[in-house]
């Protein structure tokens, strides 16, 4: 094996293992608690006036 090889095989390896050691510990959500119950609060309200508006302009209410 030439040197140019052998650098490379140790560049890779331990890019590898940076590379593991970064996705293993991170944990958690990519968006914090607060932003994803604002989301679900938006979605759901949305719904909720689009199903009354639906309802009144069918003359159900």
Known sequence: MTTSRRVADR???RF??????KSS???GYPVG????AFIIFVVVGSS???IIRTV??????
């Open 25 to 27: 510990s991170k944990k």
């Open 56 to 61: 009144k302009s069918r003359g159900m209410a």
């Open 33 to 36: 608690p607060i932003v994803l």
């Open 16 to 21: 590898e293992r940076n590379s593991l050691k």
């Open 48 to 50: 909720l006036f689009q």
């Open 11 to 13: 560049k890779v390896a």
